[in-house]
Every structure is written in C-alpha cells, then in structure tokens.
C-alpha cells in the first residue's frame, strides 16, 4: 500500500507518484505535519519534528506547552490551546467553555477510499488508493476526533476530511469544524484564487502573500460566483510547466473559508473548511459530524500538472457519467426568453433540428402564470396559456423532429406569489420576526426540514416522469439569507444550510438513480455554484450566463484550471451579446463553445442564411473531437487575462492527436507572425496539420512554436487539428 506507519520514527508517510506527505507524532501524542513535497524514499524523519531549540526561543513541552503549539505545524489545529494561528476546530462544552485537546489514539491503514458520511468525495477502489485514519481522543472530555486521508497511487492527490464524536456525557457545540490544514514553510509565494461576480465569474487572480490573512470565502449558502473553494499557494518561480503549486478544492456547495495565513515565523497556514459565520452543529453524547472532503494536490511542475491531476481525478472518481456523449443542445433561454408558446417554440426547433441540433431545451417560462421573473416558482405545472397541451405533447412533437426534450426548473426556490407559497409559507427561509428578503423577487425553500426535501423531490419526478425528458437544467437563482428554520431547535438554528447542502445533494443523487438517463446539468445563475459537490451530482454545470465568446475565455479559464472541459456548459449566443453588447464572429463563437459541452442559445430562424449554413460543419467538428474534448490532457498556452492571446491544447492520452484552439481579441496592425510554442506533444513524432497541409516536427512544435495565422479583424479564432503521421 502507499500509506505506511515506520513505528520507530514515529512516521506516518503517504505517497503519490510523485510525492510523499509525512505525519509525525510530537510527544506521541500530538500529529503534526513533517513533509509534504516531491516524493521521498525514507521514512527517517523522527529529527525533523523537533521544533528550533535555540536559546531563549521556548518550544519544548511540557513546561511550554504554548509556545509549542504557537509554532507547531499541527495536522488539525484546535483553537485555546496555544495555536493562535488560523485553527480548524473549536468545541464549546455545555459550560459554554472552548475545550478540547486531542491526543493520538490510534491509527488504521486500509486499501481504497473512505468516503465522507452523507456527503459527496472522489472515490476509488482498492488498486486506486489507500487511506488512513488517525484517532484521536481528549482524555479529558472524552471527545474523539478522526482526521482521514486518502492518497491515489496514480494520481498526485490525497484527499482529507475530518470526522468529530461526541465520546463525553453532555452535548457539545461545534463553533468551527473545517476540513484541513497544511504547513507550507515558504515566506516568498504568491496566492491564487479563483474569483469574480455574476457574467465575470471564475477570474483567475494571483496576488503576493503578506503577513496575516489572506484568503477567499462565501458566507452565501452557496460556493457562490464570487469565490470559488479553491486555494493554491504557488513558488515564486511557478509558472504552467515550472515551480511547485499546492492546491486545495472543497468538495463542497455550501459556505466555506479558505485561508492562508503567514504567521510570525514566516510560514504558511493553509485552510479550508464550512464557513464558521453562520454555521455551528450541536453533537449531543454519541453523535458524529463530518466535515466534507478537501482534495490537495502538490504539483512540481507547475499549474500545468496541478490541472491534469485534478481533470483526470475529477473524470474518473467523481463526475458521474462523465464518458457519456453530450448532445447538442439548442436552448431557449437567450432566444426567446419567458416570451413563447408552443407553436414559437417548434418553429426553432423546426429549423435547429434540420441543422443537426439534437436537444430542445425548453428553459424557465414554460409553468405557472410566468411571464417575468416575479411568480409560480413552486407550482410546476404546465401554463395552459403557452402549453395547452402539455409537455407530453411538446415532447412527442419534438421527438417527431428527432429531437429530445429537456426542461428547466428551479427546485429549491419559491415565489412568494405561487400556490404552493400559499400553502405553506413557513416553508421559506426566514428568521421569527421578519419577512425573507427577497432576491430576484423570490423566496429559498428549506431544505433541511424532511417534508420540504420529500415534495421538491416529488415535484421534479413529477414533471419528468410527465413527458419524455432526457435532460434538466437544475437552475437556482439566489444566495441564502435571513437564516432560520421553523422546524429546527434553537440551539441547532446553525445546522440550516450545512443541512440544506446535505438535502440537496440526496435529492438530486436520488433523481439520478430513478432516472439514469437523465442528463442533468446544473445552473446557479451560471456559475454560482459550480464546485466539486454539485459536480458529483451532474457531469455539467452552465458556466455563466455571460456567452460573450471574449469573456468565456477568461471564464472558461479559470474553470478549466480546476475542471475538465466536459464539465463546462458553453453555449454559441447571439450577437450583439446579450450581456456585454459585443459583436464576435460566429465562427469563434462556435470554437469557444467547443471549450465545453457545446450548444446554442439563440433563435435559429433569426440568423442570416451564412449562420445558419455554418450550424452543420460546427455540429459535425464537434462531434468529430467531443470525445478528444472530453478525454484529453489540458495544456494552457496563452492568457486573454494577462494579453493579447487566449490558447489552449488538449491532447490524446497518447499523444497521437492534438487540438489547438487560439483566440487573439485585437487585431494589431502591421505585427509580426507569432509562433506559439505548444506543450504535451511527443517531441519525436511528427504532426500533420491536415487543413493546412502541412507536418511539423513534434519536437520543432514545442520549441519554436505553431504558426498563428489569423484572419481580418478582432476576435478571430483559429482551430487546428493536429495528427501523428
Ligand atoms: C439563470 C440561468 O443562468 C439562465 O441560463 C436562465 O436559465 C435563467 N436563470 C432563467 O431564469
């Protein structure tokens, strides 16, 4: 196995291909962090868990207990005990008192994955991975903690969580219960983070780190737009191919932290974990609670290895379904908005299908009396004004077509103006004394009462057992406030979006096994909830409402940093662009859209003639390369974010086949030729580029570059395939 215990030196040591992250035991009591970096060999590392004993710098225990704990780079930092840094646990006993101190109980080695309790985790078998449990418990107290680690043995991973039981006699209340932390003794590194806002989501930013906190967070029920549940921490000289980058992602949908910290001694606390604003979890006597899993990666070669690590972890032990073929889809939220009928809407899919579409996605508008975004969130029953004869009848026509039918819901929402509103007001969100606010005039169901769980469960399996569906884009417009349930006890008011999170989850994993062709996409106005939890529930989720195909690329790559390009909703709009009032060429468009599952969001019969006639060769170079696409090995060449060129590479695990998509966003007068240097091919092959005519030396590809020969204008695209001779 990958994990072993070297009892002598008190070691714990876990590797990956090609790294190695080491455990020790101050004291035999305390685990702490001793290595985590490029693989070693030995497990002689008892030395490197003495803390600095120069004179006049305290560290030794007992007598210095907290000055010990002050500096010690402890696996999983309780808070009050002398470690003032960033910590992952605080329990409050019933005396009101924060009091908890964990010692080493034990430890358990075991083949494959141990997957979180009742919340989503990368999985793998037996050959895959190996994983640890270290037992701690407080002799005091009685309280038990177990950190868990997974490390894959093909894959530079290993995954964390932490599960906390109650042992003692008197309920206890979890303050803060994170995930994970890691040591990283680096003073010079820089911070990247994935942010942004609606329509600009997943923004690479990539800041120096100072002294003190820095970090990202959501406190909005949702991993939200503005912050993804990604930190990596990277060297100064780490670039795409270069440098060492550590990485941590939360398998998580719900409000979270993740932090760094440099601390006085110049070394970095790194965290990650549920958001302890609005959260806290009583455990009464005998009772557990799981944090969920952090997915940790140590690249030494740069983000480029970090990202294919994550792509290929992701594909194989978390999305489900993800080898299946995606079809083309044409959606009709950007064509015709709540403005349709049935009659409108077969006349698109009329022409969308003669042009080779093969998914009518019927988006928002279709139930209830909804004709702007006010109302009928809840009552999800065909409106007879647009629908008279009803969804089956709409699917069967489509299906006459050749067509698929998919639809839209939002399921965890209510609209304060519906029936089921009504009936049940208690069933929003809302604190005693106060009306919800609303947002996007609209209320959030709580989830976490069992009753509310059954019926939106009930509600979706009603509708798509109604008609022949294949496909659900699971939308949710709104971030969580006003917090507070009318079911919950007072002293478990903090368990409500923790427990919403936990609801949604079952619901939507208990809707794909009744229904197991269902593709399920989801949507949080875009890319407010895109994140690993949601991912191991659907294979896609919509990227962002932003479809300008100059924004996607600086969208779609921060996404694709962490995500498989099949992940990706990415559709082909209209122009001008709905969002920013762009105008980019169809065609690049189309090879923007390619970066994903692929599809369209426009009113077909409204483009010129020349649009229309391109549908088909874009439909047939899709297909031709999804499964290039959804398979490949992700090299990023150039940046729109940082200059005047967008590039990427997704190679054949076999280097056989490559596609080379570039975008420039201005054109500039009388410049020079650029060759673009790529990146993953075999330098000893030759490549044919077959539309050009042309071979190149696999190893000349590299080194000087492709040539990129752009077309008239700004936002010209080039794609280019490039095959092993
Ligand atoms: C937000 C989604 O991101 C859009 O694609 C669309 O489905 C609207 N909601 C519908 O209200």
Not at 357 to 363: A, G, H, K, S
Not at 431 to 456: F, G, H, I
Not at 568 to 590: K, L, Q, S, W, Y
Request: overall charge negative; aromatic content about 10%; proline content about 6%.
């Amino acid at each position: 196995m990958n994990i072993q215990f070297d009892e002598k030196q008190g070691i714990f040591k876990l590797d990956t291909p090609n790294t190695s992250y080491c455990i020790g035991l101050a004291e035999g009591r305390w685990p702490g962090q001793v290595y985590y970096g490029p693989r070693i060999d030995t497990t002689e590392l008892a030395w490197a868990m003495g803390l600095d004993q120069r004179p006049n710098t305290p560290g030794t225990l007992p007598g210095e207990a907290v000055s010990f704990f002050d500096r010690y780079p402890w696996e999983y930092p309780v808070c009050n005990m002398g470690d003032f840094r960033s910590c992952c646990l605080a329990v409050r006993t019933e005396a009101g008192e924060v009091d908890f101190l964990p010692e080493f109980a034990g430890y358990s080695i075991v083949p494959g994955k141990i997957l979180p309790e009742g919340l989503p985790g990368t999985g793998g078998g037996q050959e895959d991975c190996a994983s640890l449990i270290l037992r701690q418990r407080d002799p005091q107290t009685g309280m038990e903690l177990e950190l868990i680690y997974t490390a894959y043995g093909h894959l530079d991973v290993i995954t964390r969580s932490a599960r906390i039981r109650n042992g003692g006699n008197s309920p206890v209340r979890l303050d803060k219960a994170l995930s994970a932390s890691l040591t990283i003794p680096w003073k010079d590194s820089r911070l990247l983070r994935i942010n942004g806002s609606w329509a600009r989501e997943q923004c690479i930013d990539i800041q120096p780190i100072g002294r003190g906190f820095q970090g990202t967070g959501s406190a909005r029920g949702i991993s939200s737009h503005q912050d993804h549940p990604f930190l990596a921490v990277l060297s100064p000289d780490a670039t795409q191919d270069h440098g060492r980058v550590y990485a941590m992602h939360f398998v998580y949908s719900g409000s979270f932290l993740a932090q760094v910290e440099r601390d006085q001694f110049d070394q970095l606390r790194m965290v990650m974990g549920i958001h302890p604003e609005t959260f806290c979890w009583k455990l009464t006597p005998g009772e557990t609670f799981q944090t969920p899993e952090v997915v940790m990666v140590c690249s030494d070669r740069g983000l480029g290895h970090m990202t294919r690590t994550l792509h290929d972890l992701y594909r194989t032990h978390l999305i489900p379904n993800h080898n299946r073929k995606r079809p083309v889809l044409l959606n009709s939220w950007e064509a015709v908005y709540f403005d349709f009928n049935e009659e409108v809407l077969l006349n698109i899919a009329r022409s969308a299908a003669a042009l080779g579409i093969e998914l009518f996605v019927m988006d928002d508008g279709w139930f209830g009396k909804r004709d702007c975004p006010s109302g009928s969130l809840g009552d999800w029953i065909p409106d007879p004004k647009k629908l008279p004869r009803g969804l089956d009848h709409l699917s069967r026509e489509l299906e006459k077509l050749g067509m698929e039918l998919g639809i839209w819901m939002e399921p965890e929402m209510v609209s304060p103006d519906s029936d089921l509103y009504r009936a049940h007001p208690d069933w929003a969100i809302q604190t005693r004394n106060r009306l919800p606010m609303r947002c996007r005039d609209q209320y959030v169901l709580d989830l976490s009462r069992p009753e509310v769980e059954a019926y939106v469960y009930q509600a979706v399996e009603t509708v798509l057992r109604s008609a022949r569906i294949t496909y659900l884009k699971w939308d949710m417009n709104r971030p969580l406030t006003n917090l507070g349930s009318a079911v919950l006890e007072p002293d478990r008011q903090g368990e409500l979006t923790h427990r919403y999170v936990m609801a949604l989850y079952r619901i939507q994993k208990r809707l794909t096994r009744a229904f197991p062709d269902l593709l399920l996409e989801n949507c949080c106005s875009g890319g407010g909830r895109f994140d690993p939890g949601m991912l191991s529930c659907s294979p896609q989720i919509w990227g962002s409402d932003d479809s300008d195909a100059y924004e996607r690329l600086k969208i779609q790559e921060g996404l694709s940093l962490v995500y498989p390009l099949s992940a990706i909703g990415a559709h082909v709009a209209d122009c001008p662009n709905h969002v920013v009032g762009r105008t980019t060429p169809f065609e690049t468009r189309a090879i923007v859209a390619m970066a994903g599952t692929f599809g369209y969001e426009l009113d077909v019969t409204k483009l010129s003639r020349e649009e229309q006639e391109q549908i088909p060769g874009q439909i047939a170079r899709y297909q031709k390369y999804q499964d290039l696409i959804r398979q490949g090995d992700y090299y990023r060449l150039a940046s729109a974010r940082t200059g005047n060129l967008d590039a990427y590479l997704v190679v054949k695990k076999d280097r056989s086949q490559a596609l080379l998509t570039a975008v420039r966003p201005m054109n500039v007068p009388n410049s020079r030729r650029t060759y673009l240097p790529l990146a993953g091919l075999d330098p000893s092959a030759v490549y044919r580029d077959a539309a050009k005519g042309v071979s190149y030396s696999g190893q000349v590809l590299m080194h000087l570059g492709y040539p990129l020969d752009f077309g008239w204008g700004d936002h010209q695209a080039i794609l280019a395939e490039l095959v092993r001779e």
